[in-house]
């Protein structure tokens, strides 16, 4: 049964059926109960009790697979989802004749759906890094409750007052983790016309100015502007969220109109940590942006 460290593969390109906006019903689905949890947690213990067998800690199975001894920890105790391709290797390594997967695969169908969601809000929660090009809207971590409000008042087909109201209280609830004792460091680039807008009104519009100024005044948290004007711009084809796990493992994050998609993949995640590290030489240095941002306050 030894054999040499290996990466985990790691959430690649996800079904279209598990793809959720990070800023939309991805939200809800954090504060909803977790109607998977059962099911998770037994996953997890067939995994802690096949791993036992095996004479292994759990230090010992993530340095095999390159994912570390927390994130076994977390999957154990049924509070990260098990992916099916991790899944496959744990059993080639545990020789459990295909019980991981099998159970993975007879979880619930409505059960599979939130797994990709609680998989990104698990590496955000635990993230040491996090990098955010944001091109229409103040990110989400930085959203005061009013124009996060706008936000998804803003949505179309329209969402009822409750539903508003439970995404609303669900991203307030993400923001917690810049308020840890040891929070990420966090780097966000945002484009010029994302603090144009007025969204929710004026009242709204200056409150998220002002806020938008404590964070780039606080350790730890850089926000530079790309400014409007630029005759190159590394950011044309969308947002996207750049997250390096404890495990320094690095993930991407992007989307789209319809769609959005968690990255793993080396390659692909360089690509895009390169435009990130150019969006960053082209925007605004964080003095410079801080100047701007008082002068589009001075115009509020």
């Known amino acids: 049964m030894e054999q040499s460290a290996r990466p985990y593969r790691g959430a690649v390109r996800l079904r279209e059926s598990e ?3 990070v800023d ?34 759990q230090k010992a199975l ?52 939130p797994l990709w969601a609680e998989e990104y809000l698990d590496c955000e929660r635990e993230a040491i890094a996090i990098s955010w090009y944001e091109s229409l809207l103040v990110p989400g ?8 409000r706008a936000v998804y ?3 179309i087909p329209v969402y009822s007052q409750d539903a508003i109201e439970a995404f609303v209280a669900a991203r307030m609830a993400r923001q917690d983790i810049l308020q840890r004792e040891i929070p990420p460091t966090t780097s966000f680039v945002i484009w010029e016309a994302a603090l144009r807008d007025r969204l929710g009104g004026e009242e709204t519009y200056f409150e998220q100015l ?14 530079q502007v790309m400014p409007l004007g630029r005759t190159s711009h590394a950011g044309l084809e969308g947002p996207f969220i750049l997250l390096e796990t404890p495990e320094h ?35 605004l ?9 008082d002068r589009i306050l001075g115009e509020a």
């Open 141 to 148: 971590l930085l959203q005061t409750e009013s124009y996060a």
């Open 249 to 283: 493992q690095r993930l991407a994050y992007s989307e789209s109109q319809r769609g959005s998609t968690l990255v793993a993949l080396p390659d692909e995640v360089g690509i895009l940590t390169q435009k990130y590290a150019m969006l960053r030489t082209q925007a």
């Open 62 to 113: 993530g340095e095999r697979f390159v994912v570390g001894e927390q994130q076994i920890a977390s999957i154990e105790q049924g509070r990260r989802p098990l992916k099916s391709d991790l899944a496959e290797q744990l059993d080639e390594l545990l020789d459990t004749k295909g019980a991981l997967s099998v159970a993975l695969s007879r979880m619930p169908e409505i059960d599979l759906i």
């Open 24 to 57: 939309g019903e991805f939200d809800l689905m954090a504060t909803a109960a977790r109607r998977n949890a059962s099911a998770m947690k037994m996953v997890g213990a067939l995994l802690a009790l096949y791993r036992q067998n095996a004479g292994l800690t």
């Open 19 to 21: 793809r959720r906006h």
């Open 285 to 293: 240095n964080t003095e410079d942006s801080g100047d701007l941002l």
């Open 210 to 223: 002002q806020q938008l100024r404590r964070y780039a005044r606080t350790p730890g948290i850089s926000v």
């Open 153 to 155: 008042r803003s949505r």
